[in-house]
């Protein structure tokens, strides 16, 4: 039995429920966060001392942090090739975007993701807003190089975890009503894996 613990309008829930739909698993997602709450109760609390979602319960096997969540799914559910390439060098392609999109993208995308999404115009600061898509403007341009030899996903020819860690963040920032450098090899990769089964109803949802 696999349960997964979070609200879907959450990024990082939504990295671990795609990965599980790209495994073909079947599992419970509960609703919890955001409106939900739920987070501060003594029960969550022993799931996931760190009351953030997502969490996952796989038979009684615990673990939170979302990209740790999809590493484990892709290792231990992927047929080999899958999400989580056999090579360790293939796999060190793949696995450093799942790094990189919580340590770079990530953050750059906070104060304005956060700021037009989640703060009432009044109290927006505007200065963090132009920041942060200045910063999320350069990390596009990165992203853009690195489709422009053509390839299909974000490690190669086939569909990997990192294009989860990439393409949910992506996704999101596509949504926003912001200014944004022409990247058109990364908007082709981006209608790529948004238009997989498993992605639909996780990408390209209204933001919350
Ligand atoms: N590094 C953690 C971050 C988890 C996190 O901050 N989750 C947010 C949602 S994206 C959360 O729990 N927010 C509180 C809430 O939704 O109530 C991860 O990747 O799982």
Redesign the pocket.
């Known amino acids: 039995m696999m349960t997964i613990w979070?609200?879907l309008t959450?990024?990082?829930?939504a990295k671990a429920v795609w990965a599980a739909r790209e495994l073909g698993l079947q599992f419970e997602r509960i609703d919890v966060?955001?409106p939900y709450?739920g987070?501060d109760t003594p029960e969550y609390g022993a799931l996931n001392p760190?009351?953030?979602?997502?969490t996952l319960d796989d038979d009684g096997y615990i673990l939170?942090?979302?990209?740790s969540?999809v590493r484990y799914l892709a290792a231990r559910y992927g047929a080999a090739g899958t999400l989580w390439p056999a090579d360790p060098r293939a796999r060190g392609l793949s696995d450093r975007w799942l790094d990189w999109q919580?340590t770079s993208f990530g953050p750059a995308m906070g104060p304005a993701f956060v700021g037009l999404v989640r703060t009432p115009e009044a109290q927006r600061n505007p200065q963090a807003i132009a920041s942060s898509v200045e910063q999320v403007g350069r990390l596009l341009l990165l992203l853009e190089g690195v489709f422009a030899d053509g390839r299909t996903f974000i490690a190669g020819e086939s569909f990997t975890m990192g294009d989860i860690a990439v393409g949910c963040a992506v996704d999101r920032w596509f949504l926003l009503p912001v200014e944004r450098p022409e990247t058109p090899a990364l908007a082709a990769w981006h209608q790529r894996v948004a238009s997989r089964p498993a992605a639909q109803g996780i990408l390209g949802q209204p933001l919350q």
Request: aromatic letters at 4%; glycine letters at 20%.
């Open positions: 979070g609200r959450s990024i990082n829930v966060g955001g709450g987070l760190n009351r953030r979602i997502p939170w942090e979302s990209n969540i919580a």
